[in-house]
């Protein structure tokens, strides 16, 4: 069944540290995006992709970066964690029309 | 700029009742317009979504919603909820044109079905 997996799950992180959050996808969809979710903010656009090699800013990038390696994969990096990182980030596949798969989320921590 | 407003944070209705969760977009051009779902502790989930013709659209689970330009709208809504409606909804905008895939979301809805 085509899905999209985010890895990890749960992270707990010190200020400083590099964290880098992993999504596959088996959609063979191009675009792939990365979002947060903050109570009282809903989701919020960090980094998204038109496919493998491409990475453009979403509304909130400053303190993130992304890499799109191939089409199944998207990452994203923290370079320097620090704790208004602290979220819930959501991957998602999707189509030129819009319409979004999304990941379970992975809960980041950062201390 | 494409933005969404849902003016209600949360929603509380009785079970059996009808529902009406509001939103208002902003576009440049005409848009696409969804409404996900989100059960706790889940990713999101598609429930409906409007590309052009018909203004009232049919999504799952008894859920449409009906898109006004005149209004910049694009309301929910469902004639009789269940206790297994209770979730966070979202309602999200992207620009028709161009290969801009984009997509704005609002800050959500939560609904509270009471029994």
């Known amino acids: 069944e085509a899905a999209v997996t985010q890895s990890p799950r749960n992270k707990v992180a010190v200020t400083g540290g590099k964290v880098t959050l992993s999504c596959n996808q088996t959609?063979?969809?191009?675009?792939m995006y990365w979002y947060r979710q903050d109570t009282g903010h809903g989701l919020r656009l960090i980094h998204y992709?038109?496919?493998?090699?491409?990475?453009e800013k979403g509304d909130i990038p400053d303190g993130y970066k992304a890499s799109r390696p191939s089409q199944e994969n998207f990452s994203l990096i923290l370079e320097l964690a620090t704790p208004s990182q602290t979220s819930v980030y959501f991957c998602?596949?999707?189509?030129?029309?819009?319409?979004?798969?999304f990941g379970e989320g992975s809960k980041l921590t950062v201390l | 700029a494409q933005s969404v407003t849902q003016p209600d944070a949360r929603v509380t209705v009785s079970e059996g009742a009808s529902l009406q969760l509001r939103c208002k977009y902003s576009?440049?051009?005409?848009?696409?317009l969804f409404w996900y779902v989100q059960y706790p502790r889940q990713g999101l989930q598609l429930l409906l979504k409007?590309?052009?013709?018909?203004?009232v659209v049919q999504g799952v689970n008894g859920f449409e919603a009906e898109f006004s330009k005149s209004n910049s709208s694009f309301h929910l809504r469902k004639a009789s909820v269940h206790w297994s409606d209770s979730a966070v909804y979202f309602c999200?905008?992207?620009?028709?044109?161009?290969?801009?895939?984009?997509?704005?979301f609002g800050k959500g809805t939560k609904l509270s079905v009471k029994s």
């Open positions: 992709s038109y496919g493998a090699g491409s990475t």
């Open positions: 959609n063979n969809h191009n675009n």
């Open positions: 576009s440049s051009v005409t848009p696409y």
């Open positions: 998602a596949s999707g189509t030129n029309t819009g319409q979004l798969y």
């Open positions: 409007y590309y052009s013709g018909d203004p």
């Open positions: 999200a905008v992207r620009n028709s044109g161009g290969s801009n895939a984009k997509l704005t």
